[in-house]
T-cell receptor
Framework: DSGVTQTPKHLITATGQRVTLRCSPR?????VYWYQQSLDQGLQFLIQ???????AKGNILERFSAQQFPDLHSELNLSSLELGDSALYFC??????????FGPGTRLTVL | GEDVEQSLFLSVREGDSSVINCTYT??????LYWYKQEPGAGLQLLTY?????DMKQDQRLTVLLNKKDKHLSLRIADTQTGDSAIYFC????????????FGGGTRLMVKP
């Protein structure tokens, strides 16, 4: 158990819908990262937050957004979902040594 | 942009050593990591090496870094069936924050 929690574990929805994925970092970690894992793209960095502020952006679509709240949990919002958005979405948090610990992931299926 | 490459597959016999290789292109990488992913599970951080080191040992795991050739390897001694998984190499680009750039993963199969 990495100490990073993610909910829900599985999500099945339809095209055009909007979903919210939730992540709680390890106690004491201020940075949260979101990654997407798909068969065709592999593991890709989406976005990073540090203590509530956006720190870095990767290959994140405009239909996707995220935020980090004062209690440091983070949410990833995916809207206007397409079939190609089906993937595993991982959240990670890092300590001051830049060790990144991953949550168990949310498996999103868009039908 | 940055690129991390790994071979797709490695098969070894139980008790043998496994060596998983990785090459990267970003010469400003600061940290290089190895993660393990078992079926249906998340990514488990195995070990990492700072770019000013050339070797790191942690129990059965040995990481070797050749900065000149931008080559990283993970050696698993006395490989067990429980080591069967996908192993990902990852780097943090030194000039672009702390996000990880991952290789495509190497599937390790350990035969009894």
């Amino acid at each position: 158990d990495s100490g990073v929690t993610q909910t829900p574990k599985h999500l099945i929805t339809a095209t055009g819908q909007r979903v919210t994925l939730r992540c709680s970092p390890r106690s004491g970690d201020l940075s949260v990262y979101w990654y997407q894992q798909s068969l065709d793209q592999g593991l890709q960095f989406l976005i990073q937050y540090y203590n509530g502020e956006e720190r870095a952006k990767g290959n994140i679509l405009e239909r996707f957004s995220a935020q980090q709240f004062p209690d440091l949990h983070s949410e990833l919002n995916l809207s206007s979902l397409e079939l190609g958005d089906s993937a595993l979405y991982f959240c990670a948090s890092s300590n001051r040594y830049n060790e990144q610990f991953f949550g168990p992931g949310t498996r999103l299926t868009v039908l | 942009g940055e690129d991390v490459e790994q071979s797709l597959f490695l098969s070894v016999r139980e008790g043998d050593s496994s060596v998983i290789n990785c090459t990267y292109t970003d010469s400003s990488s600061t940290y290089l990591y190895w993660y393990k992913q078992e079926p249906g599970a998340g990514l488990q951080l195995l070990t990492y090496i700072f770019s000013n080191m050339d070797m790191k040992q942690d129990q059965r795991l040995t990481v070797l870094l050749n900065k000149k050739d931008k080559h990283l390897s993970l050696r698993i001694a006395d490989t067990q069936t429980g080591d069967s998984a996908i192993y990902f190499c990852a780097e943090t680009p030194g000039n672009a924050g702390n996000m990880l750039t991952f290789g495509g993963g190497t599937r390790l199969m350990v035969k009894p």
